[in-house]
Nanobody, 124 residues
Framework: QVQLVESGGGLVQAGGSLRLSCTAS????????MGWFRQAPGKQREFVAA????????DYADSVKGRFTISRDNVKNTVHLQMNSLKPEDTAVYSC?????????????????WGQGTQVTVSS
């Protein structure tokens, strides 16, 4: 069982930056692939980024590539999402998820565990 808690959301002006964190409970964090997803009002949850168990592989949605960076610290059981050059269309609730392997990382329903989410609002 893994419990995930996100933090770091908030209100920022367009062009600004935020760093989201997702901290996991348990001793097996390093065995999970971690992903970030977001959901805007009236829209489906969409993939943002994912990172492999030891951090050697990352993937990003085209809409955030070059602006967002995912990283992890397996000692601190934490995964981060550094978000730069934020745009109003990045406004959403951001959630982290954990899954056992790197297959289908862009598909939300294959993730086994989820955090409660953190709101990111980008003003124009």
């Amino acid at each position: 069982q893994v419990q995930l808690v996100e933090s770091g959301g908030g209100l920022v002006q367009a062009g600004g930056s935020l760093r989201l964190s997702c901290t996991a409970s348990g001793r097996t964090f390093s065995t999970y692939v971690m992903g970030w997803f977001r959901q805007a009002p009236g829209k489906q949850r969409e993939f943002v980024a994912a990172i492999s168990e030891k951090g050697g592989r990352t993937d990003y949605a085209d809409s955030v590539k070059g602006r967002f960076t995912i990283s992890r610290d397996n000692v601190k059981n934490t995964v981060h999402l550094q978000m730069n050059s934020l745009k109003p269309e990045d406004t959403a609730v951001y959630s982290c998820g954990a899954k056992a392997n790197y297959a289908d990382i862009r598909t939300p329903f294959v993730y086994s565990y989820w955090g409660q989410g953190t709101q990111v609002t980008v003003s124009s």
